[in-house]
């Protein structure tokens, strides 16, 4: 919900009359007691963050040049190494599928949940009775843990489970195919399952912005003589570009370092092939699991760097204008 | 630009029964989305032997004992207190770090304070899980692996930036008259913060608590690496111990899985506004 609240009243915190000040101050005084409270209320949030969100990726980045157990300090340097030579993640053909299988969960999500999830909110944009009851039910795959999401799909699409009997009944029984088993097919059944999953996020979030769409808007175009669909392509569309601009960064960062839902639903032995595993999950068979921590920390970077490259590069060029004081300086 | 969690106007236009395309659309979209969640709770009232034999049909009997043991095993129990104490903690930690934080960045006026907030958003820029390994190795070298704060305090450092994104426009949004009247009647800064913003900022800290507890609930990898011991095994660890430990025993882990889920689904039907709105002020940034 926007309004255009802050603008006008940073305007007015500027010209705001003196305060009444307590007499006997200092203005040093107050000045050091202001400088006392930033610091003591910023503090703390301030050195958990830098401490275990930001410090953590300076280490990968140190940890990555070694070659390391994980005990006592590191001393095998091995430069770069873990990266690039002869047993580095790139020159590890199931790393490379990895990299394949996060791109194709990436765009997938985008070219499948973007355009269902908005045709289904501008059909669904009028308030119909029950609508309520109707926002519960599609978000609930979105509260479920991924963990809870993995294991019911494992279920469903056992061999000979639950899908398959669906499947033949309803005539489709050529389509069964070892859905999680079939080194070929399982990635696309994982993307089958986020697509699941997250579908109904996009759905909340569009559906969200469509109701903040004056509908004095569309009345007047319907009033002009626009046919539903063109008062949806150039009126409310484009007023939804910021939300739309803004899922689409979520859901790049979100499948970049898809995780547990891989990690639950397929099993380790299709995951060592490189047929589902993700830069996430190929990390931590290695790093954790493998006890090669020199290696899964340059993992980690370059999970690290193709993110914040991606994200720096989409939100200087498409969000900017979205997010102007969130993520870029704000004058106050 | 301004996030606001209250109530939107939903009944701008009158209630219309829509049409038969709305419905039977709104209805398969419900349909894709429930059914499956549906299916994992009956079949918890199915014996594998049904399931075998009919993947896809209604319980027949009924069964209660599945659940019935679901329940009584203390081990199940065990992992409800761990997700919920860790759950709380990080809610807890989020809050008050993350108000304290957003207070300052929003109205106090001083060198610096821009790039302190840009700080804060580097942390939406990159996926926590990129930094895992390194963030366990900090953690085990704190003496913080196998304890609640090793899981906790991470999570709240990964909550702050989205919490304090979603905080500090509600906080400057508050008119500087507010400030200057309690200032006339004697409150320093931090009276003012205590005793009118804290208590005027409800709907957003409540919507900032909610994302929090639901995160930390559902979160994976972190308890994954961190917490070794059984012991404090959160649900999501639980589930999977126990889809990997009865693998034969379908309906059990059918069960077990709608047990876990229940406290989700509870707590979202009754927090959903504020999830929802929560989410909204997020993208509105």
Known sequence: MTTTGPTVLAGRADARPARPRPTGTSRAARTRRKWYEIIGLTGPAVIVFTVFVLAPMAFAVYYSLYRWSGYGWPTEFKGLDNYFGEYGAFKDPIFLDALRNNAIILVGSLVIQGPLALGIALLLNRNFRGRSVFRLLVFVPYVLSEVTVGIMWQLILLRDGTADSVLQSLGLGDLVTGWLADPSVVIWTMLFILTWKYTGFALILFLAGLANVPPELTEAAAIDGASWWQTQRHVTLPMLGSTIRIWIFLSMIGSLQVFDVIWVASSPAVRSLGASNTMATYMVDHGFNSREWGYGNAVAVILFVISFVAAVVFQRFVLRRDVEGALTTRKG | ?285
């Open chain 2, 1 to 285: 630009m301004v996030t606001t969690t209250m109530p939107q106007p939903s009944q701008r236009r009158p209630f219309s029964w829509g049409n038969p395309l709305t419905y039977a659309l709104a209805l398969a979209v419900a349909a894709i989305s429930f059914a499956p969640v549906i299916y994992v709770i009956l079949g918890g009232f199915r014996t594998t032997g049904q399931i075998a034999a009919e993947p896809a049909a209604l319980p027949d009997p009924w069964v209660w004992s599945t659940y019935a043991n679901v329940i009584r095993q203390s081990k199940f129990w065990a992992e409800v207190l761990n997700s919920t104490l860790i759950a709380v903690g990080t809610t807890l930690g989020v809050v008050v770090l993350g108000v304290c934080a957003a207070f300052v960045l929003s109205r106090y006026k001083f060198r610096g304070r821009e790039a302190l907030y840009t700080y804060f958003t580097i942390g939406l820029l990159f996926p926590a899980a990129a930094g895992i390994l390194p963030l366990y190795l900090l953690l085990r070298d704190l003496d913080l692996a196998n304890s609640y704060l090793g899981v906790i305090i991470p999570q709240v450092a990964f909550q702050l930036p989205i919490t304090i994104v979603i905080l500090r426009p509600f906080l400057a949004a508050f008119p500087a008259e507010l400030e200057d009247a309690a200032s006339i009647d004697g409150a320093d800064r931090l009276g003012f913060f205590w005793r009118i913003l804290l208590p005027l900022s409800r709907p957003a800290l409540v919507t900032v608590a909610v994302l929090a507890f639901v995160a930390s609930w559902n979160s994976f990898l972190l308890p994954l690496l961190v917490l070794q011991n059984e012991s404090m095994h959160t649900l999501p660890l639980g589930v999977q111990n126990f889809s990997a430990e009865h693998s034969q025993d379908t309906a059990g882990i059918l069960a077990f899985t709608s047990l876990a889920m229940m406290p989700a689904l509870l707590f979202f039907s009754l927090a959903e506004r504020q999830i929802v709105g929560g989410l909204q002020g997020a993208v509105k940034g």
